[in-house]
């Protein structure tokens, strides 16, 4: 049983300097999760007009963007994704739609093409579809999803700031619904939205309280369009802070970094594996194109050695 930190023993940790704290976090990482690095690749299956006014978000409709917009990609274009991620060395392949929630019909077609992954690629299968009730989960559980990717994106507290087309309330039943029909959760949020380390805190305590299954970890790219597209994102140590603090708040749950960590991190990305990150998404974002994946793949090993030496 591991141990979980409380609340006194996290405002310790805040005052302690940095390089120390990234060395318990770890020292918590290498004893829970020994060496594990966990890549993952998603594919924007339906892209733009998005209901939602998520202040962050491209793909929203609220907004003038540049984004692309087009319907539920076909089934051979979504297995070629699958494929590729499969070769550029990735342990799950996430289906990403844009807009509030799926109908039944786009369920339909959604849990037929899981279903095609399972059987001709073979890799795991991950998706976000946004909110849905547990009888969908089932559906698609019944066709092979695996995990289901609902980010929180902020704290409850700083969430009316970001959202108000839904409630951090829907978030977090659609979190529920899916564990309750039985799939894995991956879950977590947005650093550089403009909320305090306090929100990181209190998302990072949210997500061990939802007994997620991993925390994907995005930094805010500001986006032209966007209300927050003249954001000044966090300074790299606030990052590396918050990122070892989530790994002392939740020791044995992958971490991973996606979106954002090429522009903000650059040459720092390295110590956010040193904070204890232990997975990244490769190939790229749902807009925005990410490195190489030869690039991560080098570097995975890398980072492997480190912790081995």
């Known amino acids: 049983m591991v141990e979980m930190i409380n609340r006194e023993e996290i405002e310790k940790y805040r005052k302690i300097a940095l390089p120390e704290l990234m060395s318990m976090a770890l020292a918590e990482k290498l004893r829970y999760r020994a060496r594990k690095v ?31 917009v087009y319907p539920l990609k076909s089934n051979g274009e979504i ?5 590729e991620a499969l070769r550029i060395g990735s342990g799950r392949f996430s289906l990403v739609t844009s807009g509030r929630g799926m109908g039944k019909r786009e369920i339909g077609q ?27 989960f089932r559906r698609l559980k019944e066709a092979g999803l695996s995990r289901y990717h609902h980010n929180l994106e902020t704290s409850r507290e700083y969430f009316p700031q970001v959202v108000s087309t ?42 061990r309280e939802l007994q ?27 990052i590396l802070r918050s ?17 954002g960590r090429e522009n903000v991190l650059a040459d720092f990305l390295g110590q956010a594996f040193m904070a204890g990150v232990d997975g990244m998404m490769i190939g790229g974002y749902l807009t925005q194109k990410g490195r190489l994946p030869e690039q991560d793949l080098q570097f995975v090993e890398a980072i492997r050695g480190i912790w081995e030496g």
Not at 53 to 64: I, K
Not at 218 to 237: K, M, Q, R, S
Not at 252 to 258: D, F, G, K, N
């Open 38 to 68: 966990s890549l993952c690749t998603i594919i924007n299956a339906k892209s733009g007009k998005c209901s939602e006014d998520c202040r962050f978000c491209v793909q929203s409709g609220h907004y003038n963007t540049e984004a692309p």
């Open 79 to 83: 297995l070629a994704a699958a494929r």
């Open 110 to 136: 959604v849990a037929e093409v899981i279903a095609a992954i399972r059987s001709q690629v073979g890799i795991e299968v991950c998706g976000s579809f946004g909110i849905q009730d547990v009888d969908d």
């Open 166 to 207: 839904h409630t951090f309330d829907e978030r977090v039943e659609t979190i529920r619904a899916a564990h309750e029909a039985g799939l894995q959760v991956c879950a977590g949020g947005i650093f550089g939205l403009g909320e305090s380390e306090e929100d990181r805190i209190s998302m990072a305590l949210t997500l």
């Open 212 to 238: 997620v299954d991993s925390i994907p970890i995005n930094v805010l790219i500001p986006l032209p369009g966007t209300p927050l597209a003249d954001c000044e994102p966090p300074v790299i140590p606030d």
């Open 243 to 259: 990122i070892a603090l989530y790994r002392l708040i939740n020791p044995e749950i992958p971490i991973r970094l996606a979106a």
